[in-house]
């Protein structure tokens, strides 16, 4: 990807969402995942080549327009495989005073090792709330778990886990 631009699967921000993370929210939908889940509910979103390419900046224009939205929810794809354009944006979103939640289908245990050899990852948790973490598991497919789609996928404080070196959940989510 060129440097300040970011691959996505829907180039305007969807808005109003309330399935995507808690409250009124907007969602950036990242275009690209390698993860290849089987049962996976967005299989448009995995192709690297697919989607739009759209200038960071013009996404921080569309960010600065929303209106009556507590937060921004990374999600796709794999908002996690464009680490520098997400670091870029969640830091962008959580300035303006916003709370974010992010996608990814790696564990996150999984972004602490992909952080030892890229600084970017680290950078990008700090800017992130909430991480739901982990592949989608057709066999643990569950509506019982909010937000998620399968019931290995935890909603992680990524500020407190950070602190205490272990897994903390996100409030008082299961
Ligand atoms: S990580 Fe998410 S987008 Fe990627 S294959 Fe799995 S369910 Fe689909």
Not at 118 to 143: C, P, Q, T
Request: aromatic letters at 10%; proline letters at 2%; hydrophobic letters at 35%.
């Amino acid at each position: 990807m060129k440097k300040g631009f970011v691959r996505l699967a829907m180039p305007e921000i969807q808005t109003d969402s309330i399935v995507d993370g808690e409250g009124i929210r907007s969602v950036i939908w990242f275009q690209g995942c390698s993860h290849d889940c089987p049962g996976c509910h967005n299989p448009e979103t995995h192709d690297f080549k697919a989607g739009t390419e759209v200038a960071i900046a013009d996404v921080k224009k569309q960010i600065d327009e929303l209106e009556f939205q507590e937060g921004v929810t990374f999600s796709g794809g794999d908002p996690m495989m464009q680490i520098e354009a997400l670091e870029e944006l969640a830091k962008y979103v959580k300035e303006k005073g916003m709370d974010v939640w992010c996608y990814t289908g790696y564990t996150f245990e999984e972004v602490l090792e992909l952080a030892k050899k890229n600084e970017h990852y680290m950078n990008a948790l700090k800017y992130i709330d909430a991480l739901v973490d982990g592949r989608f598991i057709m066999a643990l497919k569950s509506f019982d778990v909010v937000f998620r789609g399968s019931s290995n996928q935890r909603i992680i404080d990524v500020a407190k886990s950070l602190e205490k070196g272990k897994v903390v959940k996100y409030k008082n989510y299961k």
